[in-house]
Each structure stands twice: as C-alpha cells, then as structure tokens.
C-alpha cells in the first residue's frame, strides 16, 4: 500500500520545484540576450527569430519528454519560454489577420507564443504589405481549410509577391453561435466571415432558416457587429465572446468534426532543412498538352510525396493557369533539388515560395 504523503509536504516540494525552475527559466534567459550580442557582434540586423532552429527544439522536447505531461503539453510550455526569451533579444512584430479573438491570432500565438508583439491587420494583402514593407517581420495568414479548401486571396498575392514561406501552423476550428439575446429565436441576422458561413451552412439551414446570413471581414469583426445589436448574432470563437461579451448561444456548430484552418507564415527568410520540412511552389506550364504530367513526373521519378495541389486562373492569358504545389522535403535535400532542377526545365515558370518546418504543435 502506497504512503499518503502530506498536502503540506507536497506543497513545500512544489515551492521548491518552482523556485528551481524560475531560476533555470531565467538562466535560459540569460543565454539568450547573450545569443543576441554575440549575433549582433557578427553584424546580425534582422530578425533573431529561426523557425528551422525553434522546430528542432520544439521536437526535441516532445521525443524527450517522460510524461506525465503529453508531448503537445510540453512543447506548447516551451513555446512561452522560448517566445518570452526572444522577446529579450529583439522584439518580434507579426501582422495577422484582425481585429483581435480572430483564428489567425490564434494561429499566431500558438506558432510564436504570446510574447509576441501582434498586430491587427484589416486584409491579407495588407498583411502582405507590412512584411514586404519591413512594417513587419512576418505575418500570419490563413491557407487553407479541411472543409472548404483554399484560400483564394492567399494564393493569388502569392503571384507577385517576394516574400517565402517561413512555417506553417494548424489550428483546430470550433465555430460558436454568438449574441446579446438570450434565445435563437430573436436573432434577425446572422454575421460570420464567408468560409465560416460555409463550414456552418447545414446547422445554419437546420436551426436558422429563415435567418439572413451576412458575410463580413473576419469572424472577430462579426462579434464586434453583434455586440452592438441585441437582434443580431455572430458566427466566432470563445476568445471572441469574450473579447465583445456575448453570449454564448449554441457551441461547436461547424458541420464537419475535424474542421481545421491551416494557416502559412510568411517573411523574408528562407529557414534551414530540419529533416521534416515541406516545400511549396508555383509552377506555370501555359496552355499546353500533357502540361500538368510535366509537372507531376518529376517527382514520381525521384519518390517525391506530394501533399497538394491548386490550380488558380494566371491572368495573364485566356484559360492559362498556375499551379500551387506542395510537396515533402526541402529544397536543400538532394532528390528535392534534382526535381525541381528537371522541372525547371519543363515550365514556362517555377517559382519556389519556400522551404519551411512541418507544423510541430
């Protein structure tokens, strides 16, 4: 039979064990403003943050792990001690989708932790704008959804743009109905942006069908809205709820389970392999025969998995396209760079948007 140990002795080894760690903490602290003189007595201006170099850590610690914390519990710990310690070094400015209680917040916060300096962008051009104009170092916007696919604005500012993609993160997507009313029966109008409207669209026709639907900017802007009218009401999240105080009325209304928003990091770095990396490129081939097989064949050729594939209107000629592609490894990694070499020889244009970490949390 196991000792019952006392909750005063317990809590006595718990008041030690945090002093230890506060100290561990801030020895890790220390060792990080030293990174940051050592980089900038080498001439280092730019940002310190290293996605390549976080995504090893951040693994590292989920494969050493011992438990009883779960791997992801571990790893999102980490994530605050290295956000805080590199908010020592040089303050990190991401743009996001805003206003704030948005997913891309979210997404953003769980890919750079909340030491983080986040600024609230209206549109992800904008969001674009601030990090080609150095406004930013990076920012977060939104790709791709399981339930509705890509996203068409990402994609498309993508064609003109510099910048890469320095990481990717996945956020698991739960839809709230929100309002001031204390029944569904009052609401006269419903506000969401339109991906969330979509993801929504079977329980919205069930238990609101006669309810006009209203698309708006982002989700966080329509719990904004409805927290103006006690007759409207929002499609959002919790943070949202109580960011605007509203009610919530019914949770969890998207009508696919798994219903997940991947989102893309984008900046001006191009990270390091770390052995579980993913590419992403846009390929243009014109309006050919057999074009979408030369693009596809050097990959099978060198045993390259293939994780998807869009195609988008190019707008620069009739019924031409390009493609956005995103396959496994690095562009560093040899059978990578003897496919991409081939391809390059194939197109019209190959554009390789970025060599980054798979999403590790």
Known sequence: MSTIIPLSELRQQIDSIDQQILQLINQRAECAIQVAKTKQAEGETGSFYRPDREAQVLRRIKEINPGPLSDNTAAHLFREVMSACLALEKPLEVAYLGPQGTFTQQATFKHFGHAVKDIPVPTINEIFQAVESGHCQFGVVPVENSTEGVIAHTLDRFINSPLQICGEVEIRVHHNLLGKM??????????????????????????????????????????????????????????????????????????????????????????????????????????????????????????????????????????????????????????????????????????????????VI
């Open 182 to 359: 204390d029944s569904m029966a009052e609401i006269t109008e419903v506000y969401s942006h339109q991906q969330s409207l979509a993801q929504c669209r079977q329980w919205l026709n069930t238990h609101l069908p006669n309810v006009a639907c209203t698309a708006v900017s982002s989700n966080a802007e329509a719990a904004r809205l409805a927290s103006l009218d006690p007759t409207k009401a929002a499609i959002a999240s919790l943070v949202a709820a109580e960011l605007y105080d509203l009610k919530v009325l019914e949770k969890n209304i998207e009508d696919e389970a798994n219903n997940t928003t991947r989102f893309i990091v984008i900046g001006q770095q191009q990270p390091a392999s770390t052995g579980i990396d993913k590419t992403s490129i846009l390929v243009s081939t014109g309006n050919q025969p057999g074009a979408l097989h030369r693009i596809l064949a050097p990959f099978a050729e060198n045993g390259i998995s293939m994780a998807h594939i869009e195609s988008r209107p190019s707008r620069q000629g009739l019924w031409e396209y390009v493609f956005f592609i995103d396959i496994d490894g690095h562009r560093d990694d040899s059978d990578v760079a003897k496919a991409l070499d081939t391809l390059q020889n194939n197109v019209k244009l190959l554009k390789i948007l970025g060599s980054y970490p798979k999403a």
